[in-house]
């Protein structure tokens, strides 16, 4: 047949994805309920208790305490 009598003989309406769209949308599915079932257990042994201390030192904070080290050390700056 030639290219024009195949596309005369596809109808636009009776077009489908056929198995391999249905496999692929399946398997993204599937990864995405395995996704977020771990999710949620990593989520579970997070504790959300807040401390005293910050977890970020601000940056006047850092040079204040990069002046300390280097006062009780030989002079040298610190990395």
């Known amino acids: 047949m030639t ?3 195949l596309q005369l003989a596809v109808e636009e309406s009776k077009v489908t994805p056929g198995l391999l ?3 692929v949308v399946a398997a993204i ?3 995405t309920w395995l996704l977020l079932k771990s999710m949620n257990k990593q989520l579970k042994r997070v504790d959300f ?3 005293d201390k910050p ?3 601000s940056d006047a904070e850092a ?3 990069a002046d300390a080290k280097r006062k ?3 002079g040298a700056p610190v990395a």
Do not use: I, M, R, T
């Open 29 to 31: 599915a599937v990864a």
């Open 72 to 74: 009780e050390g030989n």
């Open 21 to 23: 769209g249905f496999v």
């Open 49 to 51: 208790e807040e401390s």
């Open 3 to 5: 290219p024009l009598a």
């Open 63 to 65: 040079d204040a305490e």
């Open 55 to 57: 977890a970020v030192k």
